[in-house]
């Protein structure tokens, strides 16, 4: 069985206002999004989960485009209103989808290209800090 693992919390916020229904294709019952990174021009490939598909169906297919410090603003009320004593941001969702992975022991070639990385190296260098202190805690 071929593990999934992407997540559209892993795309870039830069990535999100190019959003484009169209490009999503479906692969043996599977919906997937398949695009370039706007940083890096890397084609990335996400699976449209059920929650992601409801959310689709209730903005017609055209998610809310805001610019990325309006969309944190939001994040940062969301968790005020629930309790959440945490910096969050979009590029938090995105460091916690990659150690997410990482944990469930997906190989970093993958998590690299979920993430639309130029190479590994760049996920390496990005994540080799985390995944220390990942190792040591067990």
């Not at 990325?68 to 005020?80: F, P, T």
Request: charge should be positive; charged fraction near 20%; proline fraction near 4%.
């Amino acid at each position: 069985m071929q593990r999934r693992v992407t997540s559209s919390s892993s795309r870039a916020a830069q990535d999100l206002p190019t959003y484009d229904a169209s490009l999503i294709t479906k692969n043996e019952g599977v919906k997937l999004y398949s695009s370039r990174r706007h940083k890096t021009n890397v084609p990335y490939t996400c699976v449209i989960t059920r929650k992601a598909q409801k959310l689709l169906e209730k903005y017609e297919g055209h998610l809310p485009k805001m610019p990325n410090q309006q969309y944190n603003i939001k994040l940062k009320l969301i968790a005020d209103a629930a309790g959440i004593d945490k910096p969050l941001s979009s590029h938090w969702a995105r460091h916690t989808a990659a150690m997410t992975w990482f944990n469930d022991n997906v190989p970093i070639e993958v998590v690299s290209k979920c993430l639309g990385h130029s190479s590994v190296l760049m996920t390496q260098k990005v994540y080799a800090h985390l995944l220390d202190k990942s190792v040591a805690q067990g």
